[in-house]
């Protein structure tokens, strides 16, 4: 069983699909205290302190929120690199438009930091974060994303929806976001929230138990 400590719909979807039992934890993480010049370190800052206040909160039996027990934590955050910048999610629908008229038809990077822990068999221990055995694995994965280049009267109507101002970058791919991007580079679920492939790779080498792996 897999601990996901995010509150993020749309990564408790990509699991659900994919059909990888899962539990919930939200961190609780004040995302805006936490700073990096560099996206791919920022997101991976960003995801190891939403993984340690979960395991602080989970105990080492990795509770999660119904008091099931996991054998692994997720932890995830996403950003939008465009032109030098950092995008995370629009304070509000001016910001989500003037990144829009800008973004339109251009490239950018969304990058997802990945954050797995995982206590280590026989290793009884008295705090969570103190475990003398664990597994800790950080690594960012990066997708190129091409949107469309539309009007200003669509890119009204999208920011309209309410929808960018959930997401990193302003859009949804999974969404009403998905008419809006016209080419994907890398991996596709990694845009919506986290790397499928990655975490299948990761599961597999800690045979945490999954049907398709």
Not at 27 to 48: C, F, K, M, N
Not at 102 to 123: K, S, V
Request: charged fraction near 20%.
């Amino acid at each position: 069983m897999l601990l996901l400590a995010s509150a993020s719909s749309a990564r408790r979807r990509l699991l659900e699909q994919a059909a990888i039992p899962h539990r919930i934890r939200v961190s609780g993480v004040d995302e805006d205290g936490i700073t990096d010049a560099d996206p791919i370190r920022l997101v991976q800052r960003l995801a190891q302190a939403k993984a340690f206040a979960v395991a602080e909160a989970a105990g080492t039996s990795l509770l999660a929120e119904d008091g099931t027990a996991c054998e692994a934590l997720l932890a995830c955050d996403s950003v939008l690199s465009f032109g030098g910048e950092v995008f995370g999610k629009p304070r509000d629908d001016q910001e989500a438009i003037e990144r829009w008229q800008r973004m339109a038809g251009e490239w950018a990077d969304l990058h997802t930091g990945h954050c797995w822990l995982r206590r280590m068999p026989n290793q009884p221990v008295a705090n969570s974060l103190d475990w003398p055995q664990r597994e800790l694995l950080l690594q960012t994965v990066t997708t190129r994303v091409q949107f469309a280049l539309v009007d200003s009267a669509t890119i009204t109507a999208y920011v309209a929806t309410g929808e960018p101002l959930a997401c990193a970058g302003g859009f949804a791919l999974e969404g009403r976001g998905g008419l809006l991007v016209d080419r994907i580079e890398g991996c596709f679920s990694n845009v919506i929230g986290l790397s499928l492939p990655l975490l299948r790779r990761w599961l597999a080498a800690a045979e945490v138990g999954h049907a398709l792996i």
